[in-house]
């Protein structure tokens, strides 16, 4: 029964199911929930996004030489897991996290594995201008399904100013297919209090394609800490 109750890790809201459009009461975006609060009251191992082992896709990238060692940035980095991976292959990685706690681990895990990183407390929804033009590599792993679709642009916008002309970007959200987190609708509430926004391939086309030339988008299953779960990938190039 533990195991049952451990995959259901999110809930639908009680809003309105016959329209994806309708947002259901008291909602709270990434940028008013206490995401520094879950990372201080719960140990890492019960935390649902923090999952050591770096994703297929982003270990393909680099195998593949598709993206090479250089200035990176970890959007949401959360404790650091995957900028680590990435400076250990000889990236120069930053990581971005509104919570200082995570960000205080992130360091913490760095040194314990023996590498450089530079972790950053800041909003990836707020003013990133002092990293304009810093970055080759821009990645959000899992990041964008905390942020809701009126809040996005903006974000996206962040990326695109911080990215260098050509530069790389990877972004990774749940899809609006996926069953496993508790039924089906684009609003989902967490156990842990967030509320996720479930995308379609179509709606992120339209997100990215106005800054950036998509190289690939996908739907693909994506291996989580209590159960395999759809997301949208979404590989591009900066305009």
Same mark, same amino acid.
């Given at each position: 029964?533990?195991?049952?109750? $451990?995959?259901? +890790? &999110?809930?639908?809201?009680?809003?309105? $199911?016959?329209?994806?459009?309708?947002?259901? +009461?008291?909602?709270?975006?990434?940028?008013t929930i206490d995401i520094d609060k879950i990372y201080r009251e719960y140990s890492p191992?019960?935390?649902?996004?923090?999952?050591?082992?770096?994703?297929?896709?982003?270990?393909?990238?680099? +195998?593949?030489?598709?993206?090479?060692?250089?200035?990176? *940035?970890?959007?949401?980095?959360?404790? =650091?897991?995957?900028?680590? %991976?990435?400076?250990?292959?000889?990236? *120069?990685?930053?990581?971005?996290?509104?919570?200082?706690? *995570?960000? =205080?681990?992130?360091?913490?895990?760095?040194?314990?594995?023996?590498?450089?990183?530079?972790?950053?407390v800041a909003d990836v929804l707020g003013d990133l201008s002092g990293f304009a033009g810093?970055?080759?590599? &821009?990645?959000?792993?899992?990041?964008?399904?905390?942020?809701?679709?009126?809040?996005?642009?903006?974000?996206?916008?962040?990326?695109?100013?911080?990215?260098?002309?050509? =530069?790389? %970007?990877?972004?990774?959200?749940?899809?609006?297919?996926?069953?496993?987190? =508790?039924?089906? !609708?684009?609003? +989902?509430?967490?156990?842990? !209090?967030?509320?996720?926004?479930?995308?379609?391939?179509?709606?992120?086309?339209?997100?990215?394609?106005?800054?950036?030339?998509?190289?690939?988008?996908?739907?693909?299953?994506?291996?989580?800490?209590?159960?395999?779960?759809? *997301?949208?990938?979404?590989?591009?190039?900066?305009?």
């Amino acid at each position: 029964m533990q195991k049952s109750r $451990r995959r259901e +890790r &999110v809930r639908p809201c009680s809003c309105n $199911r016959n329209s994806d459009r309708e947002k259901p +009461r008291e909602i709270k975006p990434i940028k008013t929930i206490d995401i520094d609060k879950i990372y201080r009251e719960y140990s890492p191992d019960r935390i649902p996004w923090n999952v050591e082992d770096p994703p297929e896709i982003l270990v393909e990238l680099v +195998r593949s030489m598709k993206v090479k060692p250089c200035r990176s *940035a970890d959007m949401g980095c959360g404790i =650091g897991n995957y900028a680590i %991976y990435l400076a250990g292959r000889g990236f *120069a990685v930053t990581g971005i996290d509104s919570s200082p706690t *995570a960000i =205080g681990l992130a360091r913490e895990n760095a040194v314990k594995k023996g590498v450089a990183c530079d972790f950053v407390v800041a909003d990836v929804l707020g003013d990133l201008s002092g990293f304009a033009g810093t970055f080759s590599f &821009v990645y959000d792993w899992e990041l964008l399904h905390h942020i809701f679709p009126e809040q996005r642009l903006s974000y996206v916008e962040n990326v695109r100013r911080i990215l260098k002309p050509g =530069g790389k %970007y990877l972004s990774v959200c749940f899809s609006e297919n996926d069953t496993g987190f =508790g039924g089906t !609708g684009k609003y +989902r509430e967490t156990s842990l !209090g967030t509320v996720l926004y479930f995308s379609s391939e179509k709606e992120l086309e339209s997100l990215f394609s106005r800054f950036f030339t998509i190289l690939e988008l996908k739907t693909a299953e994506i291996k989580g800490r209590f159960a395999n779960h759809l *997301a949208v990938c979404a590989f591009m190039e900066s305009n």
